[in-house]
Structures are given as C-alpha cells and as structure tokens.
C-alpha cells in the first residue's frame, strides 16, 4: 500500500444506518439522511512565524471491502479489465484509498430491470450496478437505489460537462443519481450509392421526401424495403418510437405528468399513421420491422438491404468496416427528417444500490467505483475519463461527455464511422424520454409497445391506441 499525503483537515463522511429487509412497501423506502462528522487531522508547522508545508500524515486505508456490482452481459472481458483496473486504483491511487474485492453478477440488458427487481424485493441488495433511464425512476421510489449527490455532492460538479438529455435522465426529484456508461441518440444513415444510382441528389429532410425517395428507388428496383426501424415490442421500440415522435415536435406530458398529446391529431398521431401507411399502403417500410430489433436493422442495413435507417450511434461503427459490412465506404448519417429534426436520447449509467449505504467503507468504494467507471479521475498519473473514452475508442460507445468530443483519439474513431459535425448537431437536439420520471413510466411504456403495434398493423384505430395509451398512464398515475 503506498502512503497518501493529506494536508490540512480531512473530511470523512459517516452515515448512522439501521437497514432492514428490501422487499418493496406499500409506501417507497427513503434512503436515511447523511450525519456528516468531521475529523481534524492535525497539522504541524515547525517554523515559528511563517507558515511552512504540513507534514504529511498517512491516510489509513478503508476496508477490506466486497463490493456487489451488478451489470448486463457487455463485453465482460473489457468491464473485467476495467474493474481489475479499478481495484488497483482504488487501493494505491484514490483520493480515499479502499481495499475492495469485486463480486460480480450479470444477466441479459432485456432480462436486467427482472432480475434487478427480483434481487432487491427477495430481501438483497447491490452497491453498485448499472442502471438504465428505463427503470430509474421505478428503482428510485422503491428505495433500491440512493441519490449520490446525498452522499458525494461533488457528483453534481459533472452536470456541466454531460449533455442535458443525459443529466436528465439520470435525476430523479431532482436529485443526480449516478453518472453515464453508455449514452447514446437515435440517428437517421443512408446509403449513398442507392441515392446516387437513383439519380438523388440529397438525402430526404421531411417524412414526406423519405417516401418519394423510396418510392424511387423501389421503383428502379434498387431496393425493395428502402426504409427500416426497429419496432419489436421490446427496449429499443423505446428509442424508435420516441425518435419519430420527437422529430416532428412531440410532447407528451406537462410538469404535473398529466398527458397533454392529442389522440386523434397532432405530431404522435401523425407519426403513427405514417408508419402505419408506410407498412400497409406505400410498402416503403416491411412489415418485419415489428419484429426487428435495433440490431436487426443494423444488420440489414450492413447487408445492403434497407437505404434509410434509423439507429443508435454504437451501430454504425460496423456500417463502414470492410470484411464486416456490405456497404462499408456507403453509409452517411444525415439530421433526422421532420419539422424539427429531433431525435431521441438514451443513457445507460452507474448507480448507487442501496446496499452500499451498510457501512462506510462500502458506500466511500461505491462512490469511488462509480465515478472510476464514469467519472473523470487520475490512473498511473493521466486524468480524464478514463473508462468513458475506452469504451468510445474501443467500441464505439456514444457517450454524453461532452469534452470527450475534445479528444483526439475519440475524434479519429468517430471520424472513420460517420460525419462527426453531424453527429454532434443530431446530439444537441436529443431529447430524453418523455415521462421517465414518474415511477409507473417503465410499466406504461411496456403497455405503449403493443398498443402502438396494433395500430401500425391496422387492428385498431390510431386514435383508439392513444386514448388507451392515455387511459393507462391516468390509471397508473393514480394508484
């Protein structure tokens, strides 16, 4: 263990706890309010009449410490790496150093809010895991997680440099609940030799252009399904759905959450029958859509199948890598079309379990981990988002950090994927799910997918699904 120097007074936070079973209440758990006690670490000055450097007094470590840190099935050797990296760090090189063993659970992103859930109402816990803006609501107001910035308000010192649609999604009652992982906005790619073969000149800007140029290129038999989004009613239906809807300035709920979209009119409605007509009536997009996933249509798209597509920034890195991808050298990425070109905003992040709040030790590491894997902090002397930018580079991650656009590194990767200047002007008009807040919205959301599906395959009426889908949120809001 190296010797820490601290100079001046150190202060060490403690948090009294009385900690019982998990299993959720009638009434959401409260995470207990922090006692802050202060330590004086005492200074000694040995030249009489001028100050002079403090001599150094040795920081005992915390510890030993388990950590439980839960996440999906990602890459497990890099978030391996990364946590091996991190018990180092964290041991020699934090600003609080802890002697921490990992132990490490995972289960599939589409499985996680299920076996998350299931952990914390059986009775358990964790003190770290990733978390999704899905469900960050819903884990919040069941007091399965805890709102860092209670016991770390440095957190709030990121919200600066983290896009706004990322802050958002991660605040619950306003408060910050953890820092980002993955984030990512939903983007609008074409093939640009389709358009050139058809004799287009531009890609489309409005919904309307979308179907003439596909139109135009079924027409000279260049494609036969020109454009594809994912809308199997799963997570990333989430992300298709509200990408459409956004960028034709929708709006959905006002501060109190009471729903304010029009049912028979207006920019959701409007959306949803184009996707309707575009499926049943103009054939510009394939019925299978609704049961493709994001990666579906990535795949197609890389195939050489599909001329417009609408995916996550991570997807694209494939699009133009020769020997993985048919079109590699084809694939650009255009502002969404639409009145407003708005697109959606995702964020995956790291949060703080509930579990971490069992002793002091424990929640200092939990911290420590969090802001290692999403923060900024100094490893073997180099300062900056360490685990962030690996991911990006590596990976081809999108991320909400802004400074990290900054990175030369960063920049290289991103420049052999897409338009980068592009990519960051589609970022700054992401906007983060509408009504993630409210604790019901990961419930009403699941409604939402099939509801909205029947509409697009013409089992009931655009106007009935939105009344139903408006019904629904009323329902959950007043329980």
Same mark, same amino acid.
């Given at each position: 263990?190296?010797?820490?120097?601290?100079?001046? /007074?150190?202060?060490?936070?403690?948090?009294?706890?009385?900690?019982?079973?998990?299993?959720?209440?009638?009434?959401?758990?409260?995470?207990?309010?922090?006692?802050? !006690?202060?330590?004086?670490?005492?200074?000694?000055?040995? &030249?009489?009449? *001028?100050?002079?450097?403090?001599?150094?007094?040795?920081? *005992?470590?915390?510890?030993?410490? /388990?950590?439980?840190?839960?996440?999906?099935?990602?890459?497990?050797?890099?978030?391996?790496?990364?946590?091996?990296?991190?018990?180092?760090?964290?041991?020699?090189?934090?600003?609080?150093?802890?002697?921490?063993?990992?132990?490490?659970?995972?289960?599939?992103?589409?499985?996680?809010?299920?076996?998350? $859930? #299931?952990?914390?109402?059986?009775? @358990?816990?964790?003190?770290?895991? %990733?978390?999704?803006?899905?469900?960050?609501?819903?884990?919040?107001?069941?007091?399965?997680?805890?709102?860092?910035?209670?016991?770390?308000? =440095?957190?709030?010192? %990121?919200?600066?440099?983290?896009?706004?649609?990322?802050? =958002?999604?991660?605040? %619950?009652?306003?408060?910050?609940?953890?820092?980002?992982? %993955?984030?990512?906005?939903? +983007?609008?790619?074409?093939?640009?030799?389709?358009?050139?073969e058809a004799g287009i000149a531009s890609p489309p800007t409005t919904w309307d252009e979308v179907t003439e140029q596909s139109l135009i290129l079924m027409d000279k038999g260049i494609t036969s399904q020109p454009f594809m989004v994912g809308l199997k009613a799963g997570?990333?239906?989430? =992300?298709?759905?509200?990408?459409?809807?956004?960028?034709?300035?929708?709006?959905?709920?006002?501060? @109190?959450?009471?729903?304010?979209?029009?049912?028979?009119?207006?920019?959701?409605?409007?959306? !949803?029958? +184009?996707?309707?007509?575009?499926?049943?009536?103009t054939g510009i997009v394939p019925n299978k859509v609704l049961e493709m996933t994001a990666v579906d249509v990535q795949q197609a798209f890389k195939n050489g199948d599909a001329a417009f597509v609408i995916v996550p920034g991570y997807m694209v890195r494939e699009f133009? #890598?020769?020997?993985?991808? &048919?079109?590699?050298?084809?694939?650009?990425?255009?502002?969404?079309?639409?009145?407003?070109?708005? #697109?959606?905003? +995702?964020?995956?992040?790291?949060?703080?379990? @509930?579990?971490?709040?069992?002793?002091?030790?424990?929640?200092?590491?939990?911290?420590?981990? !969090?802001?290692?894997?999403?923060?900024?902090?100094?490893?073997?002397?180099?300062?900056? +988002?360490?685990?962030?930018?690996?991911?990006?580079?590596?990976?081809?991650?999108?991320?909400?950090?802004?400074?990290?656009?900054?990175?030369?590194?960063?920049? &290289?990767?991103?420049?052999?994927?897409?338009?980068?200047?592009?990519?960051?002007?589609?970022?700054?008009?992401? !906007?983060?799910?509408?009504?993630?807040?409210?604790?019901?919205?990961?419930?009403?959301?699941?409604?939402?997918? $099939?509801?909205?599906?029947?509409?697009?395959?013409?089992?009931? #009426? /655009?106007?009935?699904?939105?009344?139903?889908? &408006?019904?629904?949120?009323?329902?959950?809001?007043?329980?």
């Amino acid at each position: 263990m190296k010797k820490r120097n601290m100079l001046g /007074t150190l202060l060490v936070s403690a948090f009294l706890l009385a900690t019982a079973g998990c299993a959720p209440a009638a009434e959401p758990a409260e995470a207990p309010e922090p006692v802050v !006690i202060t330590v004086e670490v005492p200074v000694v000055v040995e &030249k009489e009449g *001028a100050a002079e450097e403090a001599v150094p007094e040795e920081l *005992a470590p915390l510890g030993p410490v /388990t950590l439980k840190f839960a996440g999906w099935t990602y890459d497990l050797e890099k978030v391996q790496q990364n946590s091996d990296k991190y018990v180092e760090w964290v041991a020699e090189q934090a600003p609080v150093p802890v002697d921490v063993t990992i132990d490490w659970s995972d289960a599939g992103f589409g499985e996680f809010d299920t076996y998350v $859930t #299931t952990t914390f109402a059986g009775g @358990n816990s964790f003190d770290v895991l %990733y978390g999704s803006d899905h469900w960050l609501a819903k884990w919040a107001a069941a007091g399965w997680i805890v709102p860092v910035e209670d016991y770390f308000p =440095e957190i709030r010192d %990121y919200a600066t440099d983290i896009a706004p649609y990322s802050v =958002e999604a991660m605040t %619950y009652d306003g408060k910050l609940y953890g820092l980002p992982y %993955y984030t990512d906005v939903m +983007y609008f790619f074409y093939n640009k030799n389709m358009l050139e073969e058809a004799g287009i000149a531009s890609p489309p800007t409005t919904w309307d252009e979308v179907t003439e140029q596909s139109l135009i290129l079924m027409d000279k038999g260049i494609t036969s399904q020109p454009f594809m989004v994912g809308l199997k009613a799963g997570a990333w239906f989430d =992300e298709g759905f509200f990408a459409l809807i956004y960028s034709e300035g929708a709006d959905l709920f006002d501060e @109190n959450f009471e729903p304010i979209f029009e049912t028979d009119s207006g920019p959701v409605y409007d959306m !949803i029958e +184009y996707i309707a007509a575009s499926i049943n009536d103009t054939g510009i997009v394939p019925n299978k859509v609704l049961e493709m996933t994001a990666v579906d249509v990535q795949q197609a798209f890389k195939n050489g199948d599909a001329a417009f597509v609408i995916v996550p920034g991570y997807m694209v890195r494939e699009f133009n #890598t020769p020997g993985i991808s &048919k079109v590699a050298g084809q694939a650009e990425v255009s502002m969404m079309p639409g009145a407003t070109h708005a #697109t959606d905003g +995702y964020s995956r992040m790291y949060v703080m379990g @509930n579990g971490a709040l069992r002793d002091e030790a424990t929640k200092v590491a939990s911290w420590e981990l !969090i802001e290692f894997m999403g923060g900024k902090t100094t490893v073997d002397g180099e300062t900056g +988002y360490q685990v962030a930018k690996r991911w990006a580079v590596e990976n081809g991650l999108g991320f909400s950090i802004l400074s990290l656009w900054e990175d030369p590194a960063v920049e &290289k990767a991103f420049s052999a994927m897409a338009d980068t200047n592009v990519m960051q002007a589609q970022k700054e008009l992401a !906007i983060s799910k509408d009504g993630l807040s409210a604790p019901w919205f990961a419930e009403w959301i699941s409604f939402v997918r $099939t509801e909205v599906q029947k509409a697009l395959l013409r089992q009931d #009426t /655009t106007e009935n699904v939105l009344e139903n889908i &408006k019904q629904q949120w009323l329902d959950l809001k007043a329980e």
